[in-house]
C-alpha cells in the first residue's frame, strides 16, 4: 500500500476519489447540473470531463427530480451513479426519487436489486448565498431507513468515505460543505484508500469531555479543542461520527463513558437535527450512568440562513462559542 | 358490440392464443383478488387491471420476454401479469405470504419481478418515469439493444416528474417508451377536466417525441400492431416515444371506492366493449382458433388463479425477524 500523501484541498480530493473509482470501475459515472465543461458548481469535477468524456460526466438538464430518478434507475440496472446535486437545498426537488424509490426498493421488493448511488451535496453555509443556499439538511435523510449518511470533515476523510460511498451497493447521502471545497490537508494518494462506512473516528483523545460532531463543524471543535487545553488546561476528546447513518453508537458511548461529559456540535438547526439523536441515543445507554452533567447541544439557530454575513456567522456554532460550552460543562455550570 | 378493427396479421395463432391467455388471467386474477378482498381475506389497497386487459397484454406482447424492461405503477396487476409473472407468487404476495413475490413486503402496489425485467410497480403517482428513464440510460451507456417500457395512468401526466423525465430521456434518445393508459379517471377526477387538452398524447411535440395514440385501446392487435411498429422505432435508436392508449377500469379506482362520480350507463357501454369477448369473437370469426380450443385455454387460466390461491391459502406469514431484513444491500 502506497504511504505517500499530498497536501490538497477538498475539492481536489473528491475530483481524485471520484476519478480514481471512475478508472476502476466504467460502470461509475458523474451526473448532474454543469459536470462537463463547467467543472461543477464547486468546481468538483474540474478535468474530469477531459479525461472520461461526456458520457461519463454527463451535464443534465435543470431537473432535479429526472436527475435522481435517473439515477437511481441507472443504479437499479447496474450503473453506480454519482449524483452532483450541487446545493443540498435542491435535494428537495429529489425527494420522492430518493425517500420513497431509492430508500425503499429493495425492501419492498423483498430484497431484490440494489441501488448504488451516490448523492454528493454542498450543504452548510457560510458563503453568503442566504436561505435557499445554506442548509445541512442530513436530518431529514438519516430518519429514513434505507439510506446511508455521511458527512466528513477532512480532505483524506472526504477521499476515502466518497470512494466507500461510491463501492457501496446502497443509496448514500454524501455531505460536503461550500465553506470547505478550498479547506487543505494531507490526504493518502493510494487509490485503495477507503474508509469503512458506519465508523466513527476519534479525532483527538482526551480525558475531561467529549465533543461529539461531524462534518462542517469538526473544523471549528478541533480548533477549540487545541485552545481550551493550551488556556485551560482542559483535556477535550473529540468524537467525529463521519458516518451518521448507520451511527457508530459503540465508538459514541466508549468515549462518553470516559469522559463522563458530551457537548453534541453540528452547523444544521437545532429542533431536530441530528445530534438531537445521538443525545437521545446517550440519554437511553448505559452510558447515562456515567454522566456527571447535563447533555449539552451546540447547534446551528432555529432561524432561515441570513444573507448578512455578520448575521450568517451568528447563526452557526464558532469556535468561541463551542469553547463556552466545553467550559461550561467541565465547570458544571 | 364493438369489434375489433385490425386486419389479420402475420402474428402467429400461438402468440395469439397465448395473449387471449394472459387476457384472461388478468381478469380472473383481479376477480378472485376482488372477491377475497371481499371476504376480508386481503388487507390492504388493490388496484384492477379488470377491463384494461388488452391495453395492458398488447403493449408488453411486442417486447422481448426476459430481455426488455418495464416500469409498472400503482395499477400493475395487469402488467406484471402480462410479462408472465409467476400467479402463485404474486397471489401469495397480495395475502402478504413470506412465499409471496417480495417475501409480503410489498404487496399489491409493489409487485416487481426482476429477473424478468419488471422493474417494479410503484405506489407514486408518476414514480417510475425516473426509474424508467434511468433504466434506458444504462441500456444506452452499455449499448445493450434493450429497450424500456414505463405504463403510467392518465393522472400522473400531470405530475412534474412527467415533464422533466420525458425532455431528459429526449435529449439524450434513451431508448424508452412512456405508455399512458388511459381509462379516464383519476380516482373520481375526469381527466378531461384536469387538462386543457383533448388527449395527453398530444403533449409529445413540446418534448420533440413521436406521440401515438390508441384510440380503441380495448382492441388487443391494435394496441399490439401499435407497439411492435413504435418498439422497432426505439430500438432502433431514435429515441423515445409517447404513447397513450384509451380504456377503462370497470371496478373502482381502489376495493374502498363507492363510484359516485361515474353513471352505471357510461360503465356498462364501455362493458360492451370488453377486450376479452371481442378478442375471442375474432379468433373465432377469422377461424384462428376453434371453440374447443379457446374453451380450454379459459379452464386452464381459471384452473390457475384457483391454483395460486391455494398457494397463497397454505403458505406461511412471514417471520416477525424477516421485517429488519432486506433493508440493505451488502
Known sequence: MEKET?????RDAIIMAMSEEMRRDENVFLMGEDVGVFGGDFGTSVGMLD??????????????NAISGAAIGAAMTGMRPIVDVTFMDFVVYMMDNIVNQAAKTRYMYGGKGQIPVVFRCAAGGGVGSAAQHSQSLE???????GLKVVAPGTPADVKGILKAAIRDNNPVIFLEYKAQF???????????????????????EGKDVSVITYGRMLERVMQAAKEVEEAEGVNVEVVDLITLSPLDKDTVLESVKKTGKVLLVNDAHKTGGFIGEVAAMIAESDAFDYLDGRILRLAGEDVPIPYNQTLEAAMIPSVERIKKYILKLVNNR | MAKTKSKKTEVTKEKML????????????DSKVNRLVKKGMIPGMTHFSIGEEAANVGAVAALKQGFDMITSNHRGHGQSIALEIDLNGMMAEIMGKATGTCKGKGGSMHIADLDNGNLGANGIVGGGMGMAIGAALTQKMKNTGKIVVCFFGDGAVNEGTFHETLNMASIWKLPVIFYSINNMYGISTPIKDMINID????RACAYGVPGHFIEDGNDLMAVYNKFE???????????PVLVESLTYRWLGHSTSDPG??????????????DPISRFRDYLLENKIASEKEIGEIEASSLEAVEESVKFALSSPEPTLESAFEDIFAD
Open chain 2, 18 to 29: 397465448h395473449m387471449h391467455r394472459l387476457m384472461l388471467d388478468i381478469r380472473n386474477f
Open chain 1, 51 to 64: 479525461e472520461f468524456g461526456k458520457e461519463r460526466v454527463r451535464d443534465t438538464p435543470i431537473s432535479e
Open chain 2, 260 to 273: 359516485k362520480y361515474r353513471t352505471k350507463d357510461e360503465v356498462d357501454e364501455w362493458k360492451k366493449k
Open chain 1, 6 to 10: 499530498k497536501i490538497m484541498s477538498v
Open chain 1, 139 to 145: 436530518a431529514w435523510f438519516t430518519h429514513i431507513p
Open chain 1, 182 to 204: 478550498n479547506m487543505k490537508g494531507e490526504v493518502p494518494l493510494d487509490p485503495e484508500f477507503v474508509l469503512p462506512l458506519g465508523k466513527a473516528d476519534i479525532k483527538k
Open chain 2, 199 to 202: 388527449y395527453n398524447y398530444q
Open chain 2, 229 to 239: 411498429e413504435i418498439v422497432q422505432y426505439v430500438r432502433d435508436g431514435n429515441g
